[in-house]
């Protein structure tokens, strides 16, 4: 895997990240190292999350490194969110 020379966010990027801090919780925003790395990693009420940001209607279209990553976070039983709203990360805390 290699690190890209410029990652692009998704257009809900920062609105979900602005929502998601809104209710308190802590985004590490790792959009930026692109690769294998998921966009955010989510910190809320004791746990953490793994979070890629999608668009609506984008959910199942990732990258050859974003596939590799969520694969190996499945293997450890780690299992990322696919968001494209707050709502998608409430409901993976519940």
């Known amino acids: 895997m290699h690190r890209p020379r410029y990652t692009k966010k998704d257009k809900n990027h920062k609105k979900i990240v602005k929502d998601c801090r809104e209710v308190g919780m802590v985004i590490w925003d790792t959009a930026d190292i692109g690769g294998k790395i998921l966009d955010l990693v989510v910190f809320w009420r004791g746990k953490a999350l793994p979070v890629e940001v999608k668009q609506k209607g984008?959910?199942?279209?990732?990258?050859?490194?974003?596939?590799?990553?969520?694969?190996?976070?499945?293997?450890?039983?780690?299992?990322?969110v696919v968001a494209t709203c707050l709502e998608d990360i409430l409901k993976a805390f519940e």
């Open 58 to 80: 984008k959910e199942d279209d990732f990258t050859p490194d974003e596939e590799v990553g969520i694969s190996e976070l499945r293997l450890v039983g780690v299992e990322p």
